[in-house]
């Protein structure tokens, strides 16, 4: 019974020694496990590369939503401007400082009809 105690407590000193002077990891497993490795690496270099551009996207995003609030905004008060200028006041004010001598007229247009 000692002797199995004594061999448990050998491996796990000699784990900590490997682990200690960075021999966890043999050349050997390497060696058998290569693709596994290579496939493990691959993915997280993938992860890594996704989640940078996500990250990038979702910043162009907010510059993006950002710059369409402004342009939203800018819009509405243009057309503000816009429907202040097209109204009756404003034009007859505008007529009348070009002294085009145009006036509203009093009656409505009428329709000529051709009789025969």
């Not at 021999?23 to 490795?37: E, P, Q």
């Not at 551009?53 to 993006?64: G, H």
């Not at 097209?86 to 329709?111: A, C």
Request: glycine share 2%; with cysteine.
């Amino acid at each position: 019974m000692a002797k199995t105690e004594n061999t448990a407590k050998k491996k796990n000193d000699s784990l900590l020694l490997r682990t200690l002077h960075g021999r966890l990891i043999s050349t050997d497993f390497f060696a058998k496990h290569w693709l596994k490795v290579l496939v493990a690496i691959v993915m997280i270099l993938i992860y890594i590369t996704n989640k940078y551009q996500c990250l990038t996207k979702m910043e162009t995003i907010r510059a993006l939503e950002q710059e369409l609030e402004i342009v939203e905004t800018e819009r509405v008060r243009v057309r503000g401007e816009y429907m202040s200028l097209i109204r009756e006041s404003s034009m007859q004010n505008l007529v009348d400082s070009l002294r085009l001598g145009l006036q509203v007229q009093e009656r409505p247009p009428f329709k000529i009809s051709y009789t025969k």
